[in-house]
Nanobody, 116 residues
Framework: QVQLVESGGGLVQAGGSLRLSCAAS??????????MGWFRQAPGKERELVAT???????NYADSVKGRFTISRDTSKYTVYLQMNSLKPEDTAVYLC????????WGQGTQVTVSS
């Protein structure tokens, strides 16, 4: 079993920055093998992929965040980060951390609100 806990959300003005963190605990062997990702869900919309990072460090981004968001992982701290720059009001959503290795694990989510 793996537990994921997000932090770092909040209220920010358009053009500002936030850094989200996702701390993993539990089965360390599984955590090291996981592809980690950030998803987001805005009210009335479907959950969408924001970014992923594999155990080897390969990254993938949604077109809407390319060049503005950066995903990274610190294997020594079992933590994944999402650096979000040049935030826009349309980035407002609950951001959820995901870990995938044979099964999907989800955090509880953290609210990001970008005011115009």
């Amino acid at each position: 079993q793996v537990q994921l806990v997000e932090s770092g959300g909040g209220l920010v003005q358009a053009g500002g920055s936030l850094r989200l963190s996702c701390a993993a605990s539990g089965n360390i062997f599984s955590i090291h093998r996981m592809t980690m990702g950030w998803f987001r869900q805005a009210p009335g919309k479907e959950r969408e992929l924001v970014a992923t990072i594999t155990s080897s460090g390969s990254t993938n981004y949604a077109d809407s965040v390319k060049g503005r968001f950066t995903i990274s992982r610190d294997t020594s701290k079992y933590t994944v980060y999402l650096q979000m720059n040049s935030l826009k009001p349309e980035d407002t959503a609950v951001y959820l951390c995901n870990g995938r290795v044979a099964a999907d694990y989800w955090g509880q989510g953290t609210q990001v609100t970008v005011s115009s």
